[in-house]
């Protein structure tokens, strides 16, 4: 199933996985465990590989006290080495219950050394997932579901985890355990205990693995209607206002239930596959132990063999059958893990669109002049933007981009911040070219308010502060002011540490604005970019907001896009945008003179301002 033309996480499972792709997340995932330049971290991996050995070994050998103490107890059997260490049956009981103790010791203080080297590697990867997101391109951003994208890190992560718990100290461990054990029956009795042995883990794993295989696919559906929940749930939560604008709480609801009705049909299923593979594999762990049973047992009854033979049987085969039983589950749960991180893996070798070129210098800002030199853009190849645009906004001037719906300003905008690259053309300021440049320190010289300001659930006083980290309460006090905002905060009863709730939903729309821009003065950047900063704002607070944003332009380039005309008039120089072209610039009053484009639209967005009036 492809969505959107994307593999999802379910369809890689059935089919990626069995193309070499489990090796390669494992490859790709080595280096977290062995990572280079710090032997700290490597040393306690091979400290926590020598407790691992060392614990099998003991857990081997224990079954062999066992053995003994029933040997001396019975009076049967060669026990001269027992005897030739002193030890009598209380000896021999009391150094089996150390030998048992000893393994679960060594097992215990393995989990306690590799923890730092488990949690380092989750932390790193995490990180590194975490700032590559950030790095990808605004043009992937909007194309894929936020939800979506945070439920790929989260699985990735816990699938990391879990391949580290299960594969490396328990999957590993049990077959090497099942060698050893085969070995001995191979010395201590005959062939055809290790022939029943091997046939019987033999036909456990291929039964186990073939309905696990089986398992898979209904677990894929389940899988994909977790996650079509999942993100019904996240984008109704985010549209919460809209659904209580058109009384859509059943209608969602609904959509909900949908496909968790989905998810519970395959998790029923899910669970009765697992009851079936579990029985399957009783049955065949049983009747591997009994054939076992019934070989010592025989051996007993013609004296080849002792009681302490036949109990240590027993205790061999209950020691490695016992984890054999999560085989299955632990099996199906590597592949999901293993799944799980491919799809972080791709996400992580997934090329950010706009990258710095190698040893780019930061810019350095002069005086702020902005240059547009025959930009030509698309956000697909098929369907251009923008055509030759070419615009001039000298250092500390106002340049008010104008025009209609679809004419290209706000991608203009998003090619100044560097969100894009030209396709053909340059973008300059203080001559220099923006893909010359590194572009953290384009975004440190370009302060922008949008239309509607989005805000961290978080106090007022984090997001003002946001503009320059570091920066001093006095300072954060000051920004708000200059904003006009001071007043508000300080009449509420927590002040500059009220929660604002998600997105800023409990400020009003010119509040959260005023916020924004306090946080934009804070930033202090020589160059502004005001995106239709008003546009959603009734006109007494765009008013209010207009003569803030006024004040925050003075001594700095300006270059704000508008809806509203009246909000422009005073600019330097008004540029109109017509499909991507520039049609008309100049002032407001020249521009009227003209009778083009612009004096049209002024003249109509004055004739509905009259008539609302």
């Known amino acids: 199933m492809r969505r959107g033309g994307r593999t999802t996480i379910s369809d890689a499972m059935v089919s990626g996985a069995r193309k070499g792709q489990g090796m390669r997340t494992i490859r790709r995932a080595v280096p977290y465990l062995w990572p280079a330049g710090e ?42 080495a027992a005897w030739m260490l002193g030890m009598g049956a209380i000896g021999l009981t009391v150094a089996y219950g150390m030998a048992r103790f000893m393994a679960v010791a060594f097992q215990q203080l393995r989990d306690a050394v590799f923890a730092k080297v488990a949690q380092r590697a989750l932390r790193a990867l995490a990180l590194e997932t975490f700032s590559h997101i950030h790095a990808l391109s605004l043009r992937y951003h909007i194309t894929r579901k936020t939800g979506g994208l945070s439920r790929v890190m989260e699985r990735g992560v816990k699938g990391v985890e879990f391949l580290l718990r299960f594969l490396l100290f328990n999957i590993g461990p049990l077959f090497l355990e099942l060698f050893m054990v085969a070995a001995i029956f191979f010395w201590l009795f005959d062939a055809w205990y290790l022939a ?78 697992l009851a079936f593979l579990n029985a399957g594999q009783s049955f065949i762990i049983t009747g591997g132990l009994v054939a076992v049973m019934l070989l010592a047992a025989w051996g007993v009854q013609q004296g080849q063999l002792t009681v302490g033979d036949f109990v240590m049987v027993n205790a061999y085969m209950v020691q490695i059958t016992m984890p054999l039983n999560f085989l299955g589950s632990v099996y199906r749960e590597i592949r999901q893990a293993l799944v799980d991180m491919a799809e972080m893996f791709d996400l992580l070798e997934q090329p950010a669109e706009v990258t710095d070129k190698p040893g780019a210098p930061d810019l350095e800002v002069n005086g702020g002049h902005v240059a547009f030199d025959n930009v030509s853009f698309g956000y697909e ?57 590194t572009q953290e320190s384009v975004h440190n010289a370009i302060g922008v308010v949008p239309q509607d300001t989005v805000l961290f659930n978080d106090t007022i006083r984090y997001n003002i502060a946001y503009g320059r980290a570091g920066a001093s309460f006095a ?40 916020v924004g821009i306090a946080r934009t003065l804070l930033k202090n ?10 546009s959603a704002l009734d006109t007494e607070t765009e008013r209010d907001i207009q003569e803030s944003l006024k004040a925050m332009g003075k001594g700095r380039t300006v270059i704000t896009i508008a809806h509203r005309l009246s909000t422009i008039a005073d600019a330097d120089r008004i540029v109109v945008l017509e499909n991507g072209v520039v049609t008309e610039e100049g002032t407001h009053e020249v521009l009227l003179e003209k009778g083009g484009k612009y004096a049209a639209m002024w003249a109509r967005q004055a004739a509905e301002e009259d008539e609302a009036a």
Do not use: C
């Open 475 to 514: 300072e954060i006090e000051a920004a708000a002011k200059a904003a006009k905002i001071h007043d508000f905060v300080m009449s509420l009863p927590d002040g500059y540490d009220t929660t604002v709730g998600e997105r800023g939903l409990k400020l009003s729309g010119g509040e959260k604005q005023r």
């Open 381 to 437: 190849a098929a369907r251009p933007i923008l055509h030759g645009v070419t615009i001039d906004v000298p250092a500390g001037h106002t340049v008010a981009l104008v025009g209609p719906s679809g004419s290209g300003k706000s991608t203009i905008g998003r090619l100044l911040f560097r969100f894009y690259d030209v396709t053909d053309g340059a973008i300059r300021i203080d001559g220099q070219d923006l893909r010359d440049v």
């Open 196 to 273: 029943v042995v091997v046939a019987t883990i033999t036909l456990y794993v291929w039964f186990t693995f073939k309905v696990t295989e089986w398992r898979v696919k209904i677990r894929k559906q389940m899988n994909d209607q977790d996650q079509d929940a999942h993100q019904k749930a996240i984008d109704s939560l985010l549209n919460f206002e809209t659904v209580k604008y058109f009384g859509a709480e059943r209608r969602e609801a609904e959509r909900y239930d949908a496909s968790m009705a989905g998810y519970e049909s395959a998790a029923i299923k899910t669970s009765q596959s």
């Open 525 to 534: 950047p020589p160059i502004l970019l005001l995106d239709e900063a008003t």
């Open 39 to 80: 032997p700290g971290i490597r040393a306690r991996v091979v400290i926590a590989l020598a407790l691992l050995l060392g614990a099998k070994l003991i857990a081997v050998a224990t079954p062999l006290f066992y053995k003994a103490a029933v040997d001396k107890l019975t009076g049967e059997g060669d026990v001269s």
